[in-house]
């Protein structure tokens, strides 16, 4: 793979990445939830579908673990209606569900769940890939998560921008480059607004603490 050039512009950067993890005349399923992350990917997303020959269709994912996600769901198919992307739900199984009390790690089990249910969605709609709205921020997260917790080489490597699942469906992840803050400013330019999930500020979970205390401590060290 060739030198890819950095923008200043996120927007450029997100284009570039989309059309180098696509292929023209493709469909991509865009996971959403609703928040910053993944709204900030259905309209950039939008933005460039044309250019780049994509069929676009949202996926929205209930786990079954919080009354709100009624709100957010709405807040989605607005989205989708505006912009003209069709929204597709699929919710957790009661027997799902019932295991992410013994699971070990609610997050790691909603993670598996949210896998499944969107590869299913992926492969009923003749869609082979899956966008997600993992951001440099999380990158930034999942590094120092793995610090934390001990890792090798492969560990420090971060989350691919491209991997495969199961039965020939394949996830990308084209706002790697991308900070959270700049897909906030864009939402905000185009009037687009976003949930925040509670559980991201549940100081039970490591991820959120590394979030909320360490990132904010090493920005104030190296604001780069």
């Avoid at 994509?54 to 994912?61: D, E, R, V």
């Avoid at 499944?116 to 951001?135: C, D, F, N, Y």
Wanted: aromatic share 4%.
């Amino acid at each position: 793979m060739g030198t890819r050039r950095f923008h200043n512009d996120p927007l450029k950067r997100i284009q570039a990445d989309l059309k180098r993890l696509t292929k023209p005349g493709n469909g991509l399923l865009l996971a959403v939830s609703g928040g910053s992350d993944s709204t900030g990917l259905i309209y950039t997303a939008s933005r460039f579908a044309k250019q780049l020959r994509l069929k676009l269709a949202i996926g929205f994912i209930d786990h079954g673990l919080r009354a709100e996600v009624k709100r957010e769901f709405a807040l989605v198919e607005r989205h989708g209606d505006r912009l003209g992307v069709p929204v597709h739900y699929a919710a957790a199984a009661p027997a799902d569900v019932a295991m992410s009390s013994i699971s070990g790690s609610v997050q790691d089990w909603a993670r598996k769940v949210r896998y499944a249910l969107l590869t299913q969605m992926a492969q009923e709609l003749s869609i082979h890939t899956i966008a997600t709205g993992h951001t440099q921020d999380d990158q930034a997260e999942t590094v120092l998560l793995r610090l934390v917790r001990g890792t090798g080489m492969d560990g420090l490597s971060g989350i691919p921008e491209q991997r495969g699942l199961s039965n020939g469906i394949s996830a990308i992840r084209p706002l790697l480059r991308v900070t959270r803050q700049e897909l906030r400013d864009y939402l905000t330019s185009v009037n687009a607004t976003w949930v925040d999930d509670p559980s991201n500020r549940d100081q039970r979970f490591l991820r959120v603490r590394m979030r909320r205390e360490v990132l904010p401590l090493l920005r104030s060290m190296q604001p780069a």
